[in-house]
């Protein structure tokens, strides 16, 4: 088992030299680790800590480009360059694009925005005149799930007590003893810092108000 599964167990009662249920093999902590991979990616998400860039050669009249990463999940664009002019293209939408000129699709020319389409797509507007640029995307991904304890766990330092509060109040959860579970999820989003992320005024609808007191003058 790994540093954060050790922390688990010492947080649930278990043993970790000689464990009564979870033993240290990938059937016993299975449920240790799943529920660590998907703290793991729910940080990651909400954080958008984990980054990654990508460089894509343009090609010319071709404004969509496919992210294809071969590890880690594509989440979404944080930023994208022009690298020739080392210009920062602007973010915007497809409806945007259609209010800006409804055949914006037949456009070329030097790449001045960009949105994102679905889960792996990135479009380039107005598609490139010629086949002499790069783009560099900047985007946060969803780390792999690992499957061993000698995998490495791509996640800071800062939000590793988090995943082991995520983790261990699922487990609570699932032995139905949801005062215990809720305790550690709410370490949890004070480790992960949900309250300064999104803080509750910004959903609260604010209006003005007075106090009346006494009869009216007249």
Same mark, same amino acid.
């Given at each position: 088992?790994?540093?954060?599964?050790?922390?688990?167990?010492?947080?649930i009662g278990e043993d970790t030299t000689s464990?009564?249920?979870?033993?240290?093999?990938?059937?016993?902590?299975?449920?240790?680790?799943?529920?660590?991979?998907?703290?793991?990616?729910?940080?990651?998400?909400?954080?958008g800590n984990h980054k990654r860039k990508l460089?894509?050669?343009?090609?010319?009249?071709?404004?969509?480009?496919?992210?294809d990463l071969n590890r880690d999940v594509f989440?979404?664009?944080?930023?994208?360059?022009?690298?020739?002019?080392?210009? $920062?293209?602007?973010?915007?939408?497809?409806?945007? /694009?259609?209010? /800006?000129?409804? $055949?914006?699709?037949?456009?070329?020319?030097?790449?001045?925005?960009?949105?994102?389409?679905?889960?792996?797509?990135?479009?380039?507007?107005?598609?490139?005149?010629?086949?002499?640029?790069?783009?560099?995307?900047?985007?946060?991904?969803?780390?792999?799930?690992?499957?061993?304890?000698?995998?490495?766990?791509?996640?800071?330092?800062? /939000?590793?007590?988090?995943?082991?509060?995520?983790?261990?109040?699922?487990?609570?959860?699932?032995?139905?003893?949801?005062?215990?579970?809720?305790?550690?999820?709410?370490?949890?989003?004070?480790?992960?810092?949900?309250?300064?992320?999104?803080?509750?005024?910004?959903?609260?609808?604010?209006?003005?108000?007075?106090?009346?007191?006494?009869?009216?003058?007249?």
């Open positions: 088992m790994n540093t954060l599964e050790t922390h688990v167990l010492n947080l464990p009564d249920v979870f033993s240290d093999d990938a059937t016993g902590m299975a449920q240790i680790r799943d529920s660590l991979n998907d703290a793991i990616e729910e940080i990651s998400m909400v954080t460089t894509i050669p343009l090609e010319e009249n071709m404004g969509f480009y496919r992210i989440a979404w664009v944080t930023d994208v360059w022009l690298m020739t002019v080392k210009r $920062r293209l602007d973010q915007k939408d497809l409806i945007w /694009f259609t209010s /800006f000129n409804p $055949r914006w699709l037949q456009n070329t020319g030097s790449p001045e925005r960009y949105c994102q389409i679905g889960k792996d797509i990135v479009c380039i507007h107005p598609a490139p005149s010629a086949s002499t640029d790069l783009i560099e995307i900047n985007m946060v991904v969803v780390p792999d799930r690992y499957t061993l304890d000698t995998d490495r766990i791509k996640l800071r330092d800062s /939000f590793k007590w988090a995943a082991v509060e995520y983790a261990a109040g699922e487990y609570w959860a699932s032995r139905g003893d949801a005062k215990t579970a809720q305790i550690h999820h709410t370490k949890y989003l004070g480790h992960v810092g949900i309250q300064s992320l999104y803080p509750e005024t910004f959903e609260r609808p604010w209006q003005t108000k007075t106090e009346k007191t006494g009869e009216p003058s007249k």
